[in-house]
């Protein structure tokens, strides 16, 4: 059973930073393509950012490039989700999806909040 599992996260002053982890289990090694999503209430989950299971590619939306960076240890299927600058539109439950790279299933962890507030 593969599970995926977030940490971090919190509370953050607009223009302050946060960071959020996700690390992903199986009982085999594979290889997963990992990506970032956020949903805030009534919003469809939108993909944040995401990078490929070497770490040699990685995307972002608009709404966040040039803000937030993605890194990840690729040997351990960890990522981390760096927020700088954050902005009070960026405040959603923010949620680690891990997809394998040979089969296609995917996997969502239980999400973890993100609010920034003064």
């Known amino acids: 059973q593969v599970t995926v599992v977030e940490s971090g996260g919190g509370l953050a002053q607009p223009g302050g930073s946060l960071t959020v982890s996700c690390v992903v289990k199986?009982?085999?090694?594979?290889?997963?393509?990992i990506g970032w999503y956020r949903q805030t209430p009534g919003m469809q989950r939108e993909l944040v950012a995401g990078i490929n299971s070497a770490g040699s590619k990685s995307t972002f939306s608009d709404a966040v490039k040039g803000r937030f960076t993605i890194s990840r240890d690729g040997t351990q299927n960890t990522a981390q989700l760096q927020m700088n600058s954050l902005k009070p539109e960026d405040t959603a439950v923010y949620y680690c999806?891990?997809?394998?790279?040979?089969?296609?299933?995917?996997?969502w962890g239980q999400g973890t909040r993100v609010t920034v507030s003064s």
């Open positions: 199986g009982p085999t090694p594979r290889f997963y393509y």
């Open positions: 999806k891990a997809r394998d790279d040979w089969s296609g299933d995917e996997r």
